[in-house]
């Protein structure tokens, strides 16, 4: 169950999730906000419901999301092969800020 900005339950149902979103048909990892917004880790996407809608956001590399986490402050920290770091509300829409990036520049190794 999730619950809307209301405080409204919805089941969240395989059907609404494979139908509704055209996303991968793999999910990996599952959090959940303090607001009540639930994240999925997808092969193709991070996906967002607020329990009546469902939005897609890529990686950079569009690589598989295999880990989410929704901290405390609004950001949903993820990862991905060769990639790692977090979204950030920007208006409507998530914004993606790499961890990662700063390792490459130091020469340090990522390993998955």
């Known amino acids: 169950m999730a619950a809307d900005r ?3 339950s919805h089941n969240l149902e395989r059907k ?3 139908e509704g979103i055209h996303g991968g048909r793999q999910n990996r990892s599952v959090s959940q ?5 639930i994240y999925v880790g997808n092969n ?7 329990g009546h809608s469902w939005n897609r956001y890529l990686m950079p590399n569009k690589g598989i999301v295999r880990s989410v986490l929704a901290d405390p402050d609004g950001k949903i920290y993820c990862g991905s092969s060769q990639e790692f770091g ?3 509300k920007s208006g409507n829409s998530l914004i993606f800020r790499s ?3 700063g390792l490459k520049e130091m020469n340090i190794l990522i390993i998955t």
Do not use: H, N
């Open 86 to 88: 977090y979204f950030v």
């Open 99 to 101: 961890l990662s990036d």
């Open 44 to 50: 193709q996407y991070l996906l967002e419901y607020d």
């Open 33 to 37: 906000s303090a607001s009540g917004l």
């Open 16 to 18: 609404s999730i494979a």
């Open 6 to 8: 209301t405080g409204q």
